[in-house]
T-cell receptor, first 113, second 114 residues
Framework: DSGVTQTPKHLITATGQRVTLRCSPRSGDLSVYWYQQSLDQGLQFLIQYYNGEERAKGNILERFSAQQFPDLHSELNLSSLELGDSALYFC????????????FGPGTRLTVT | AQSVTQPDIHITVSEGASLELRCNYSYGATPYLFWYVQSPGQGLQLLLKYFSGDTLVQGIKGFEAEFKRSQSSFNLRKPSVHWSDAAEYFCAVAAVDSNYQLIWGAGTKLIIKP
């Protein structure tokens, strides 16, 4: 158990809908990272937040957004969903702003039908 | 461009046999190097890391990796695999070029034959 929690575990929704994925980092960690893992694209870094502020952006679509709240939990919002957004979404956390040792949650499996 | 290559998509090894998973990177300077493992249905877990110093690093679960600067490689090894090692293994690097964000390889799926 990494100490990172993600909810929900599974999510099934229709195209065009909007969903919110939630992540609680390990106690004491200030950075949260979001990743998308799909069969065709592999593991893709989406975005990092550090202590409430966006720190780094990866391959995140404009339809996706994230935020980190004062209690350090984070939410990833996915809107106007397409079939291709079906994937496993991971959250990871780490103590610092520039941290290589990331602790991953179990993931949220999103299925868009 | 910066890249991390794991040339083997799948590797099949008999239980008890030795294992080597390959990882090559393309960076101007020596990056920080990592191996993560993803067991079925789980998130990723850090196996080991290399920052500097001794080029042979020990990790958890009996794994080790060797950094070879001349070959830009950081191969993962285990002398004797167990059925519980069946998982997907990801090599990752972080360097100043990438603002120290982790750049991930495509992963190698390890299959263990009984």
């Amino acid at each position: 158990d990494s100490g990172v929690t993600q909810t929900p575990k599974h999510l099934i929704t229709a195209t065009g809908q909007r969903v919110t994925l939630r992540c609680s980092p390990r106690s004491g960690d200030l950075s949260v990272y979001w990743y998308q893992q799909s069969l065709d694209q592999g593991l893709q870094f989406l975005i990092q937040y550090y202590n409430g502020e966006e720190r780094a952006k990866g391959n995140i679509l404009e339809r996706f957004s994230a935020q980190q709240f004062p209690d350090l939990h984070s939410e990833l919002n996915l809107s106007s969903l397409e079939l291709g957004d079906s994937a496993l979404y991971f959250c990871a956390s780490s103590p610092g702003q520039v941290s290589y040792e990331q602790y991953f949650g179990p993931g949220t499996r999103l299925t868009v039908t | 461009a910066q890249s991390v290559t794991q040339p083997d998509i799948h590797i099949t090894v008999s239980e008890g046999a030795s294992l080597e998973l390959r990882c090559n990177y393309s960076y101007g300077a020596t990056p920080y190097l990592f191996w993560y493992v993803q067991s079925p249905g789980q998130g990723l877990q850090l196996l080991l890391k290399y920052f500097s110093g001794d080029t042979l690093v020990q990790g958890i679960k009996g794994f080790e990796a060797e950094f070879k600067r001349s070959q830009s490689s950081f191969n993962l090894r285990k002398p004797s695999v167990h059925w519980s090692d069946a998982a997907e293994y990801f090599c990752a690097v972080a360097a100043v070029d990438s603002n120290y964000q982790l750049i991930w390889g495509a992963g190698t799926k390890l299959i263990i034959k009984p």
